[in-house]
C-alpha cells in the first residue's frame, strides 16, 4: 500500500515547506534589519505588515484614515480569494513557528493526533468579529491577535532579548577562560545585528509567546485552529477558490488518516464535508493519504460561506461585545488626562489617534538605537497595553534619529525626516532639586548640561548660593531648564549621575502631538 | 654587613647606569610642539608629525599602536564634536608608514558607539587607512590601579593599555566645567563605569588619567573649534574653522597651546595649573620651542 502514496503531492508538500522557510528567514530577516542602518533613512523593513488584510482594515476602520501603504493588503486579498488560504499554510511565519513545533511534539509523542469530534473552530472568528467590531467603535485590538504583531513583538521583546543575554553571559564565559579572541569576534558578530536587550514586559510577552508554542502539545497548529483572527478573515473571503479537495473514491479505504493529521480542522473526509475555509492547503492529507486517494484539482464553482459554523446568533452577539467593549475599555483616566510618565515616540498622532492606529507591533522598540521605547502596560490605559512608551532611565531620544517613525507599519507615528524629527517637543525635563548634587551638595557636576543635544543648550548652568547642612554656602553651577528649547528627549534623565531617581527627570507634558498638554498658554500665536 | 655592602653596590650601580649620555637620533634637537596652520587636516597633520622628527620617532617597526580619537557625538565632521577623521586617517597612515604592525582606533562615547562611529566619519576613514576599528566591549574592561592623586583606580577598556604606544588626537572644544577639553581629557573616553561621577572633581581626574596613560604623543586637531555649547555644539554657527593641528611630546604644553585657539591664557586653566604641579609638563609657551608655519 506504501508505494501508493502520491508522489507529485508529496513533492508539493515538501516546496510547500520550503516556502515557509524562505518567508520565515524573510521575516525573521527583516526584524534583523530593524536597526541603525549607518545612514539617517532606513528601508522598507515593515513591509510585511502592510500585506496584512486584517491589520489593515481593523486600522483603517478604527482611526478613520486611509492609510496608502496598506495597498499591498489586497495582493493578499486577491490571492486569498482565488487560492484558499494558501498564506497560513505557505507564507505566514507564525504558521510555520506552530507548524514546525507540532512537527517537534508530533515526533517526541507528545501530541497524538486524533480525530475531534467537537468544532471549536469558530472560535477564530468569534475573535475576528469582537476585533472588527470594536474597531468599528474606535477601539483597535487586533495588534493583541494579529498574527505579524504577535510574532513581531515576542521576538523583539521576549525571544531576541533573552538570546541577548544568553550570548552576552556565553561570551562572559568565554574570556574567563581565556578565550578572548573568539569572545572578540563574537562580540563583533552580535554588535553587528545590534539587539536591544531590556524590555521591561519582556518576560510577559516571552511566556505569552511560550505558552501559545506549548497549545501545539494538545492540538496541531493550536493558534492557527482556534485563536487566530487573521486565519479567520482570510477564510471567510477564500470564497473563490479554484482547487478544492477530491477525494477518488475508488481508491479511498476510509481509514481517516487525512481528518485525523489534518492541523487545521479543515476536515478532508468525506469531500463533501471538506471545510474550504479552514484548509491552509498544506497538502498533508494528500501526501500521506496511503492510497493516494486525495487530490486538489480545479474547479471553479464559487464556495459557499455555509462551510463555516457560524450562527447568526453568534455573530450578533459577538458583535455586541465588541460594541460594548469599547466603553468598558476606556473606563480609566487615560483618555481624560495625560498621563506624565506617557512619552510617546517622536512624531506620535494626538493620543486618541494613535491609540486607534498602533498595532503593538514593537517595530519602533526594535529600531530604536538606545533601547529606549518599551511597550506600556498600564501607562496608556487598557487598551494602550503593548504600545510604545519612552523611558528614559533606559534609553532616551537619540536627537537625529527618527527610525521609529519610519518604520511604524500604520502611521500612527508619522513618518518624520531627521529635520523635521529635531523640532518635535516629545515632553519636557524637570530639575529635582532635593536631588541634584550641585543643589545639594555644592559640588560640580553639569553632566545633564553637557549631554544636552540642542544648541543652545536647554540645560542652563548658573552659578547659584546653595546652603549645605552645616549652614556654610557653597556657590557652584547649578543646572536650570530653559522649557523653551527642551525636546524632552531624556538623555539628561538616562546619564545623571545620581543613579536611583535621577535629579533631572522627563514628564510628557509640552509634547508637540497634544493641545492639551501645555505648559503656558500661548494665545498670542495665531490658530 | 654583607647585605648592606650589596645594596649600596646596587644603588651606584643603578646610578652609574642612568648618567649614561643621552643619544639624540640623527645627532639633532627637535621643536617641542609643531603648530601648523593650513587648508587640508590631512597636510596639516603630516606636517605636524614631520616637524617633530616624523612618526619613526615614536613608532617602531612591529608596533601595535593605539590612536585615541574623540569619538564621543552623534556628530558630523562640521559640527566639530569629534575629531576630524582626516586627522585620524593620516595618523593611522603615518603609524602604518613607520612600520606599525597594527593601529587601532577606538573610544568610548556618550552617544551610541554605533552612531558615533559612523557619523563622525571616523570610522569609514581609519578603516580605509587599514585601522583596526572597533566599538568598546564591556567584557575588555578592567578595574585598574591608575594611582592618581585622587583618583586610585577605575574601570579601563584594556585596549587602550594592552598596546605597544598610543597616540592622543583630541579635537579642540569648549566645555562648561573644565572649560576646555582637549587631550588630557580626552582619557576619559578610555573608561567605563560612572565615568559621569568624574566630574566632582574633573580636574583633578584628568591630571590622574593623564599620567596613567603616558602617550608617545599627541596631536590636537584644530581644524575646526567648537567655540559655543561645548563639547558637543549643534549648530554650525558653534563652531570656527581655525585650520591648525598641533603635536608634541608633551601634552600639557600641547593643551597650553589649545587654549590660546580660544583666547584664554594657559595658566587660567585649573587642570594645567595641576599638571604642571605635578611635573607633567610645561605650560609656559614662552619657554617651549615652538616649530610654527603655514602652509
Known amino acids: ?527 | 654587613m654583607k647585605r648592606r655592602e650589596f645594596l649600596k653596590g646596587i644603588a651606584i650601580g643603578g646610578i652609574a647606569l642612568n648618567i649614561r649620555p643621552r643619544v639624540f637620533p640623527q645627532g639633532k634637537e627637535y621643536p617641542d610642539l609643531a603648530l601648523i596652520k593650513g587648508d587640508f587636516p590631512e597636510q596639516l597633520t603630516r606636517e605636524a608629525v614631520t616637524s617633530l622628527g616624523g612618526m619613526q620617532r615614536f613608532i617602531s617597526k612591529g608596533d601595535v599602536v593605539m590612536v585615541k580619537a574623540n569619538i564621543g557625538w552623534d556628530r558630523t565632521p562640521k559640527q566639530a564634536a569629534c575629531t576630524n577623521p582626516d586627522v585620524i586617517k593620516t595618523l593611522v597612515q603615518l603609524c602604518f608608514e613607520a612600520g606599525a604592525k597594527e593601529v587601532k582606533v577606538m573610544d568610548n562615547p556618550c552617544n551610541p558607539a554605533r552612531r558615533t562611529y559612523v557619523r563622525s566619519g571616523i570610522a569609514a576613514a581609519a578603516k580605509k587607512a587599514g585601522a583596526k576599528v572597533s566599538f568598546p566591549n564591556p567584557h575588555r574592561l578592567k578595574k585598574m590601579a591608575l594611582n592618581g592623586e585622587w583618583l586610585k583606580q577605575w574601570e579601563v577598556y584594556t585596549d587602550f593599555v594592552e598596546t605597544d604606544k598610543i597616540i592622543n588626537a583630541p579635537i579642540a572644544k569648549t566645555h562648561s566645567l573644565s572649560r576646555l577639553t582637549m587631550g588630557m581629557k580626552n582619557w576619559l573616553g578610555a573608561l567605563g563605569g560612572s565615568r559621569n561621577q568624574l566630574h566632582q572633581k574633573l580636574d583633578y581626574a584628568m591630571v590622574d588619567l593623564s599620567a596613567f596613560f603616558k602617550p608617545c604623543l599627541t596631536v590636537l586637531d584644530g581644524y575646526r573649534i567648537l567655540i559655543r555649547n561645548g563639547p558637543q555644539g549643534g549648530r554650525i554657527s558653534d563652531v570656527k574653522l581655525h585650520k591648525t593641528v598641533v603635536a608634541g611630546t608633551d601634552y600639557v604644553a600641547v593643551d597650553a597651546v589649545g587654549t590660546t585657539f580660544f583666547g584664554i591664557k594657559p595658566e587660567e586653566m585649573l587642570f594645567l595649573q595641576l599638571a604642571v604641579k605635578r611635573g607633567l609638563g610645561n605650560l609656559n609657551l614662552e619657554k617651549l620651542r615652538i616649530e610654527k608655519r603655514t602652509l
Not at chain 1, 491577535?145 to 521576538?155: A, G, N, T, V
Request: glycine share 6%; aromatic share 12%; net charge positive.
Open chain 1, 1 to 527: 500500500m506504501k508505494k501508493e502514496r502520491s508522489k507529485k503531492y508529496k513533492f508539493i508538500l515538501y516546496i510547500r515547506i520550503l516556502s515557509q522557510i524562505v518567508f520565515f528567514v524573510l521575516f525573521f530577516h527583516l526584524i534583523l534589519s530593524t536597526r541603525f542602518p549607518g545612514e539617517d533613512y532606513i528601508g522598507n523593513v515593515e513591509i510585511f505588515f502592510h500585506f496584512d488584510p486584517l491589520l489593515a482594515l481593523a486600522t483603517i476602520l478604527a482611526s478613520r484614515m486611509i492609510f496608502l501603504s496598506f495597498v499591498y493588503a489586497a495582493i493578499t486579498i486577491v490571492v486569498t480569494f482565488f487560492m484558499g488560504r494558501i498564506v497560513c499554510g505557505w507564507v505566514c511565519p507564525l504558521g510555520s513557528i506552530h507548524q514546525f513545533f507540532s512537527f517537534l511534539f508530533k515526533k517526541s509523542k507528545l501530541l497524538q493526533p486524533k480525530e475531534i469530534k467537537e468544532n471549536h473552530t469558530t472560535w477564530k472568528y468569534i475573535l475576528l468579529i469582537f476585533i472588527l467590531a470594536g474597531s468599528l467603535f474606535t477601539l483597535n485590538l487586533v495588534g493583541i491577535f494579529d498574527p505579524f504583531s504577535f510574532l513581531y513583538r515576542s521576538f523583539t521583546a521576549g525571544f531576541l532579548p533573552a538570546l541577548s543575554y544568553s550570548i552576552s553571559s556565553f561570551i562572559g564565559v568565554l574570556y574567563k577562560i581565556n578565550l578572548s579572541s573568539l569572545g572578540d569576534s563574537l562580540v563583533q558578530f552580535f554588535e553587528s545585528i545590534d539587539l536591544n536587550a531590556i524590555f521591561l514586559q519582556g518576560f510577559f510577552i516571552g511566556i505569552i509567546f511560550i505558552i501559545i508554542v506549548l497549545l501545539n502539545i494538545s492540538q496541531e497548529r493550536f493558534w492557527c485552529r482556534y485563536v487566530c483572527p487573521l486565519g479567520a478573515f482570510l477564510g471567510l473571503i477564500s470564497r473563490g477558490n479554484i482547487f478544492k479537495l477530491k477525494i477518488d473514491n475508488e481508491k479511498c479505504i476510509k481509514c481517516g488518516l487525512c481528518t485525523i493529521h489534518c492541523p487545521t480542522q479543515a476536515n478532508p473526509f468525506p469531500d463533501t464535508e471538506w471545510k474550504s475555509s479552514e484548509c491552509i492547503y498544506c497538502y498533508t492529507c494528500s501526501s500521506i493519504c496511503p492510497t493516494g486517494a486525495i487530490g486538489f484539482p480545479v474547479k471553479l464553482t464559487p464556495e459557499s460561506i455555509e462551510t463555516i459554523d457560524l450562527s447568526r446568533r453568534k455573530v450578533i452577539l459577538t458583535s455586541i461585545l465588541g460594541v460594548l467593549a469599547a466603553p468598558f475599555f476606556r473606563i480609566s483616566q487615560s483618555t481624560r488626562r495625560a498621563s506624565e510618565k506617557l512619552i510617546r515616540p517622536p512624531g506620535a498622532l494626538p493620543e486618541e489617534k494613535f491609540l486607534q492606529k498602533c498595532v503593538k507591533c514593537s517595530e519602533c522598540m526594535k529600531v530604536c538605537p538606545t533601547n529606549a521605547l518599551q511597550p506600556a502596560l498600564s501607562e496608556a490605559g487598557p487598551e494602550g497595553i503593548w504600545t510604545p512608551v519612552l523611558v528614559p532611565k533606559i534609553g532616551y531620544c537619540e536627537y537625529y534619529c527618527s527610525l521609529c517613525s519610519q518604520v511604524c507599519p500604520t502611521g500612527a507615528i508619522q513618518e518624520l525626516t531627521v529635520e523635521k524629527k529635531i523640532q518635535v517637543k516629545i515632553g519636557t525635563a524637570w530639575i529635582n532639586k532635593s536631588r541634584c548634587i550641585p543643589w545639594v551638595f555644592g559640588d560640580s557636576c553639569i553632566v545633564c548640561e553637557e549631554h544636552c543635544p540642542v544648541s543652545p543648550k536647554a540645560i542652563k548652568l548658573v552659578k547659584t548660593e546653595v546652603k549645605l547642612p552645616d549652614g556654610t554656602i557653597k556657590t557652584p553651577l547649578t543646572p536650570f531648564i530653559d522649557t523653551s528649547e527642551c525636546t524632552g528627549c531624556g538623555i539628561c534623565e538616562n546619564k545623571c549621575p545620581v543613579v536611583d531617581e535621577p535629579a533631572v527627570y522627563v514628564t510628557s507634558v509640552g509634547e508637540t502631538r497634544s493641545e492639551k498638554n501645555k505648559l503656558l498658554l500661548d494665545i498670542s500665536q495665531p490658530v
